[in-house]
């Protein structure tokens, strides 16, 4: 007889929303979810360009405490904050070569909390339990903020 045993996978969580109204809204959002992270979590940021990322990544920064300015990780494709923070920015990443080799899976268990921004870049070197939050554009100011 066929057990119906379902996959974990399958199971979807309920996700929570939050809608902000302002760059300001988000990043004091960001700022109480940093409250809920631990350390070696890895949160994947979701969303298209200018959604609000970067924003939401400065918003967790001042949670956690961290004075210096988050900027957008370009040229490095990761900034590093103490070794408490790393904050990805995979756009420019061409193939999970160049990550590997740029060593980018080795800040995953160093048990600092990482921010990942476009990891679609590298998602076969992503740890296998990660967070999201998604975030999407609704007009120039309003985006929902899926957590
Ligand atoms: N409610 C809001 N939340 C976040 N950002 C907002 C909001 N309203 C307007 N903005 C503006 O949207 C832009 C978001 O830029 P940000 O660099 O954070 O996007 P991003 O998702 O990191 O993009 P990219 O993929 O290019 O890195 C900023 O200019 C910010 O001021
Ligand atoms: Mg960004």
């Known amino acids: 007889m066929k057990e119906n045993i ?19 809204q988000t990043q004091e959002f960001a700022k109480e979810y940093a409250k809920t992270l631990k350390n070696g979590d890895v949160v994947l940021l979701e969303g298209d360009m200018g959604a609000g990322k970067t924003a939401f990544a400065k918003g967790v920064a001042l949670g956690l405490g961290i004075e210096e300015e988050v900027t957008s990780p370009t040229y490095a494709y990761m900034n590093d904050y103490d ?11 061409e193939s999970v070569e160049q990550a590997e080799s740029l060593g980018l899976a080795d800040y995953f268990d ?38």
Not at 6 to 24: A, L, Q, R, T
Not at 115 to 138: G, T
Request: charged share 30%; net charge positive.
């Open 83 to 93: 070794g408490r923070l790393f904050h990805y920015d995979c756009y420019r990443i």
């Open 6 to 24: 379902s996959n974990p996978k399958d199971v979807k969580k309920p996700e929570n929303i939050f809608i902000s109204e302002s760059v300001e």
């Open 110 to 147: 160093m048990g600092g909390i990482c921010l990942i921004e476009w990891s679609q870049n590298i998602a076969p070197l992503l740890p296998r339990v990660v967070k999201r939050v998604s975030i999407k554009k609704i007009n120039d100011r309003k985006r929902e903020i899926e957590f």
